[in-house]
Structure formats: structure tokens, C-alpha cells
């Protein structure tokens, strides 16, 4: 029973020099910091959670950026597929926000459309064709229309 309380003891020691060192860094940071306490370098850790929440909220940000993007796009290709917006028009409602899209331009790495506005309109008619994956006849018809027009386009 001796060795099992001097273990109990020497834990519990250990716990309160921790704790003591915790609360002390947070009650006086530049002290412990002067003294050389602060042997878990609390202060640059705090510095390094500072800079993962700039680096989360820039991450949050284009999450949401992106959704938006989407839900966009989502509209785009339904007012496409119901024949209330022509294929050059989707592409010049799309244009400017795929133009900035990072690694767009690498959608189709072995067949590159001509122009930007072709890679635009590709993207719309894969964007229709997903969209009316569950309905094989109507989207075979939507896609021949948007192909015919892609045909054309300028």
C-alpha cells in the first residue's frame, strides 16, 4: 500500500505543479515568459492557434463562396434544361464567375475547348446532363439541343 500511495502522491504533485504552471502563464504570460516558465512555449502556441483561425476563416469563406457558385450555376442549368435560357446565354451568365475559378481551365486537360466560352458552355451542358440524370429521355433531348447549339456557338 506504501508504493501505491507514493505513486498516488508524486501524480498529484506532478497535477498541481502542472495546473499552477497552466493558471500561472494565464494570469501573467510576460512573467513567466521572463522568469523562463514557459517551457511549453504557450506564447508562440497562442500566436499558432491565432494564425489557424485566419487560415479557417479564410477557408469558411471560400466554402461559402463556393456553395454560392453552385447554387448559381443550379439555376443556370435549370432555366438551360427547360429551354428559358439559351446555351450562349448561359455561358455569358457563368463566364465571369468560372473565369476566376481556380483549375477550371483544367477541366478538360485531353480535349481543350477552343475558347473559354466553349469550355463555359461545356460545363453548362454537363451541368444539365447531371441534372437530369433520372430522367434518361428528357435529358437526351436537352443535351442534343444544347450539342446543336454548342455547334454554333461563337
Known sequence: MVARRAG????ATLFGL????????????RWVQAVGLDVWNIGNLHDEVRGHDEQA??????????????EASGRVA???AAGKLS??????????????RVGFECAWPNDRPPTFRHAVARYAITRVEADL????????AVVARLKAEYADLK
Do not use: C, K, M, N
Open 57 to 70: 476563416a479564410i477557408v469558411e469563406a471560400q466554402r461559402i463562396r463556393i456553395i454560392r457558385e453552385a
Open 87 to 100: 446555351l450562349a446565354g448561359a455561358v455569358d451568365e457563368l463566364e465571369p464567375t468560372l473565369r476566376h
Open 18 to 29: 502542472v495546473l499552477s504552471l497552466v493558471v500561472t502563464d494565464l494570469v501573467a504570460p
Open 78 to 80: 435549370e432555366r438551360l
Open 8 to 11: 498516488t502522491v508524486s501524480a
Open 133 to 140: 440524370a433520372d430522367d434518361r429521355e428528357r435529358q437526351a
